[in-house]
């Protein structure tokens, strides 16, 4: 009720304004026999509807007033996780009453899109149960189908033996690889993991995601060229987080591509907007489809599930890249041509301005 503009109680006049009019009139016409002048009644009218003002505002104050101010103190305890929830500012209310009406619907609209953001929370928490008990499924049942037919018998066949260990093993390792990407990518959709911001050399941590993949390019045949441009590129960005969506995405154009395929990654300055550095990996591999670009940033989304299993994937990787690019407020853009390649690009704040903090 602490309008700054209003400091009287409107609602006291607005509830006192109809019986003093009434009374004005009403004392007015019942004094006029005992009046030697009309005016006279009309001073005594006056003066009887001011009388019944004064009581009713009064009255009105005392009883009403710090009743709606309690009301609306309570309402603006909402509580509510949203930043910007703060109440509207209630310049179209033309009472107390009305502000306390305006602070009721906001408390509602408040309350509702908590319970929807409860809602979707919960239902991103089951689907998200539901795909881990789906992908955790398969290595367990796989590790289990080897250890009981070990047991069965063929633990006395030294080559089998040591097939089935083999296999069991690298089901094993499928899961440590599945549950650190999905502590990962609950922690990054949750929110929790934050980037730490610091002048990262580009160049320096490409050199480092591609010399840690060296070997699986080899083993594939597949050739990495690092098209280094631009030199200078230091970004502002975290530094182990990036690092892994190069990792993601050169471990992607190796596993994807064809036999004695080619790998080109590249930095470069926007040519547009020189305080962004784009980064781009491009492959000559299998490609995706149209349809399948859209969805390839999904968790859990593989195009070729036996060919993705197969290379030990789980289809997290792009969600990660896609949660990670978008807690530095980044996008990543995909282009592919099926059977050509594919072209993954995104863009970070290059920290031209901050060459004080660089360090190698
Ligand atoms: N460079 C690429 N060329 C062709 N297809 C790709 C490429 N990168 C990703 N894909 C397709 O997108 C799917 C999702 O990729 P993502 O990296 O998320 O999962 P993954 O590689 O299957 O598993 P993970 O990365 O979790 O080990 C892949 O299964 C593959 O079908
Ligand atoms: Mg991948």
Not at 16 to 35: D, Q
Not at 58 to 86: G, H, M, V, Y
Not at 91 to 115: C, G, H, L, P, Y
Not at 138 to 147: A, K, M
Request: aromatic share 8%.
């Amino acid at each position: 009720m602490t309008s700054e503009k209003n400091t009287y109680f409107r609602t006291g006049i607005r509830l006192a304004l109809p019986p003093a009019i009434i009374s004005c009139i009403l004392f007015g016409m019942i004094s006029l026999p005992w009046m030697e002048h009309v005016y006279h009644s009309i001073i005594f009218g006056a003066g009887s509807g001011l009388t019944v003002f004064i009581l009713v505002y009064l009255i009105a104050l005392q009883n009403l007033k710090t009743k709606l101010e309690e009301i609306r103190a309570i309402i603006q305890r909402t509580p509510s996780r949203f930043a910007n929830a703060t109440r509207p500012p209630d310049k179209n209310a033309s009472d107390e009453i009305q502000e306390v009406m305006i602070d009721a619907e906001w408390s509602r609209s408040t309350i509702t899109r908590e319970f929807q953001k409860m809602d979707e929370t919960e239902n991103y928490r089951k689907e998200f149960i539901g795909d881990i008990s789906h992908e955790l499924k398969t290595p367990i049942f796989s590790v289990q189908g080897y250890l009981e037919t070990l047991l069965d018998g063929a633990l006395d066949d030294p080559e089998v033996n040591q097939l089935f260990l083999t296999k069991a093993m690298k089901n094993v390792n499928r899961l440590i690889f599945l549950t650190n990407d999905l502590m990962e990518i609950s922690r990054l959709e949750s929110g929790e993991l934050k980037p730490e911001l610091s002048v990262i050399p580009l160049n320096n941590l490409i050199h480092d995601a591609i010399d840690s993949l060296q070997y699986k390019a080899d083993q594939r045949n597949v050739k990495l060229f690092f098209e280094e441009k631009e030199t200078n590129a230091f970004a502002l960005a975290d530094r182990n987080q990036i690092r892994q969506v190069l990792v993601n995405l050169i471990e992607n154009s190796i596993k994807y591509n064809k036999p004695d395929g080619k790998v080109y990654i590249r930095t470069r300055f926007d040519e547009h907007d020189n305080s962004k550095i784009m980064v781009s990996v491009r492959d000559t591999g299998i490609g995706i489809d149209p349809d399948d670009v859209k969805r390839v940033t999904e968790r859990f989304f593989r195009v070729d599930k036996s060919r993705s299993r197969e290379e030990g994937g789980t289809g997290l990787g792009l969600s990660i890249v896609k949660h990670i690019l978008e807690s530095h407020g980044e996008q990543l853009a995909i282009e592919s041509k099926p059977g050509s390649g594919s072209i993954f690009r995104f863009s970070l704040k290059s920290a031209d301005h901050h060459s004080d903090l660089i360090s190698a």
